[in-house]
């Protein structure tokens, strides 16, 4: 009778987990709609597909291999990386959750205590035990499968952390290099402006010697150059900061890279940037994907705080040996089994439920929040950056210009000096002026890259080789009802 009863149970049981149903909302994403840039022009932008490897455009191989070693050491990327595998864990140990729990246990016990029904004295107890404990929860309300679904986006939204990650690393080491490029080259600037004043001043001292000129023109040309001399130390400690800080990124101590980052000319970008179709650049974003599979976790989470409104079915059992003497452990005498199926209900505790369910649904309407929010702040960098790359294109020209008349006007300046047609105030001016001019382009030309560095991370570009691991969905991972 007991064999029949079990098998039958059993059956019941299982019949009903497969006819169970999910409670809670069932999450649809809502494809981001197609994006029409405001401030994209021909002179300065063009269609064509950029690389995956953006920064290859510059034609700097220096700048190659550091983007190369960031993407590959820098510790920002090796923790992203690490929650993914957590993330993968806890994914797989969710989708268990479907299938029984078996583990193998041994035990002994010794007790003296009653039988009741047998005797009223206190005996000697000695139990031996032997086999499988098996547990498994009957979905019967979507509890294991909403847990299954939350931490599937979990590994999604982990997932596309990492390529946010990765975006900005890369976009940080080429800014960090472009800057420190621009800084070396005001440096060089203001090297070769201290020796042609250093020269100038040479002259004027000799001029004074001469009773050509008086001593003002002697202290004006020595203010000149000290001032000039002056900018060199914030130059020196910017370009420190750049070469220690592209060290740290690429998981270096600062100054493991000075001998890697001699001073070299790098020209600005000037030609058409390549970006591509911007229509999808909501889809490309990694930070939108991150804030839209927050939205699926917390939206998976009210389906499992609804599920603890109902009751939870767990079935438990063993099978194996049970016995009073460890020397009949394993015989067929000792062979033993049970099953003992579970119902749990907060039938008096609705109040804790209705709570978590309430918190659930907060927190969901955060996330769909923060999701609008990214979707704005995304529209709103892509915007910023392309408006700002053409107005330092538009910039560079103009300084530029200004330096080439500025060098010709200092030149004639330094002529006319010498033949006695100006006085020295009017050099310095024409002097002070080119100085400015130059540095100045230095500075544009910085901008100008590093603007270009701005639109390419806005568009959330990540290198093929270095993009995130395959999704749940494309890992075959998927959990039921997703």
């Known amino acids: 009778m007991v064999r029949r009863i079990a098998p039958e149970l059993l059956a019941t049981l299982v019949t009903a987990a497969l006819a169970a149903c999910a409670v809670g909302p069932d999450y649809r994403p809502v494809p981001p709609p197609p994006v029409t840039a405001r401030n994209l022009d021909a002179e300065h932008f063009t269609s064509a597909a950029a690389p995956d490897s953006w920064w290859q455009q510059f034609h700097d191989p220096v700048l190659a291999r550091l983007e190369q070693r960031a993407l590959s050491d820098d510790l920002d990327i090796a923790m992203a990386i690490a929650r993914v595998r957590g993330a993968r864990a806890a994914f797989t140990q969710a989708n268990l959750d479907f299938a029984?729990?078996?583990p193998i246990e041994a035990g002994y016990s010794r007790s003296k205590e009653q039988e009741p029904g047998f005797t009223d004295d206190r005996i000697d107890i000695d139990s031996y035990t032997a086999g499988f404990d098996a547990s498994w929860e009957l979905d019967l309300f979507g509890h294991v499968r909403r847990s299954a679904q939350a931490a599937?986006?979990?590994l999604d939204m982990q997932q596309a952390s990492l390529a946010d990650t990765q975006v900005s690393i890369a976009a940080e080491v080429a800014r960090n290099y472009f800057q420190?490029?621009?800084?070396?080259r005001q440096l060089a600037v203001a090297h070769d402006n201290i020796a042609n004043q250093r020269e100038a001043l040479r002259l004027t001292q000799i001029r004074y010697d001469a009773g050509r000129v008086t001593e003002l023109d002697v202290d004006s040309a020595l203010s000149r150059l000290k001032a000039t001399e002056a900018t060199l130390p914030l130059l020196q400690a910017a370009e420190k900061r750049s070469g220690y800080r592209l060290a740290v990124l690429l998981g270096l101590k600062p100054g493991e890279l000075d001998d890697e980052l001699?001073?070299?000319?790098?020209?600005?970008w000037t030609e058409p940037l390549p970006i591509g179709d911007v229509s999808d650049l909501l889809r490309r974003r990694p930070d939108v994907r991150v804030a839209e599979r927050n939205l699926a976790t917390a939206t998976a989470r009210v389906g499992v705080a609804t599920a603890d409104l109902f009751p939870r079915v767990t079935v438990t059992g063993f099978v194996g040996f049970l016995t009073g003497d460890s020397a009949q452990l394993g015989l067929a005498s000792s062979r033993a089994w049970a099953i003992s199926p579970v119902v749990s209900w907060p039938a008096l505790d609705f109040g804790t439920a209705h709570a978590r369910l309430r918190a659930a649904k907060a927190e969901s309407a955060g996330a769909l929040a923060a999701y609008q929010k990214a979707v704005l702040g995304a529209l709103e960098d892509?915007?910023?950056s392309c408006v700002n790359y053409s107005r330092q294109i538009a910039r560079?020209?103009?300084?530029?210009?200004?330096?080439?008349?500025?060098?010709?006007?200092?030149?004639?300046?330094?002529?006319q000096y010498r033949e006695g047609q100006i006085n020295f105030l009017v050099l310095l001016d024409a002097q002070r002026t080119q100085l400015q001019a130059e540095d100045?382009?230095?500075?544009a030309e910085t901008d100008v890259n590093t603007g270009a560095v701005a639109v390419y991370k806005a568009l959330g570009g990540v290198p093929a080789a270095a993009s995130h691991?395959?999704?749940?969905?494309a890992a075959g991972l998927a959990a039921p009802g997703r």
């Open 100 to 102: 029984p729990h078996v």
């Open 152 to 154: 599937g986006a979990q």
């Open 180 to 184: 420190l490029r621009g800084s070396q």
């Open 262 to 268: 001699v001073a070299a000319a790098i020209p600005a």
């Open 382 to 384: 892509f915007e910023n």
């Open 396 to 415: 560079l020209s103009s300084v530029v210009e200004q330096a080439e008349a500025s060098r010709r006007a200092a030149q004639m300046a330094q002529i």
């Open 440 to 443: 100045e382009v230095a500075q």
């Open 469 to 473: 691991a395959p999704t749940v969905a």
